[in-house]
């Protein structure tokens, strides 16, 4: 659906503000990960791992937005945008697990207990400096 839907993208007096990309490109799918599902005909010479755009879909609001022209300033050269999140869960992916996936944030109250919570939350990992883990640090330090 994410790939249908930037496939039909609007054409505006500047084109389009994101476009699917080739997948017969040297750069495409670097880590050699393999589609969750048969393409239909329509996207079956197209990137599943990354599309273009001119506005970056992690940025809320981005500045563009605030601009009085209408057509698409040169200045603009847009973004290499991720689908992977949407299926591949891999260490090095770890907004798979809270954006493909998905992390429930609500709960029933009466039926989730906190340990439960709390394991939930050790499933997901979080980046930061081993600086700031002690046991890790010293774990790391005892295999030198």
Request: net charge negative; proline share 6%; glycine share 6%.
């Amino acid at each position: 659906m994410a790939m249908q839907t930037i496939n039909g993208a609007a054409n505006t007096v500047s084109g389009k503000a994101t476009r699917l990309l080739p997948s017969e490109r040297p750069e495409a799918n670097p880590r050699k990960v393999e589609c969750p599902i048969a393409l239909p005909k329509n996207l079956e010479d197209k990137d599943f791992c990354e599309y273009f755009g001119y506005y970056h879909t992690d940025v809320t609001m981005p500045s563009e937005y605030f601009r009085s022209d209408v057509e698409r300033p040169a200045e603009l050269l847009g973004h290499s945008l991720d689908f992977t999140y949407l299926f591949n869960r891999d260490i090095e992916n770890p907004a798979f697990d809270e954006m493909g996936k998905g992390v429930r944030v609500r709960a029933y109250q009466d039926r989730v207990r906190k340990s439960q919570i709390e394991k939930i939350h050790r499933m997901i990992g979080i980046e930061g400096r081993i600086a700031d883990h002690p046991a890790l640090e010293e774990a790391l330090a005892e295999e030198h």
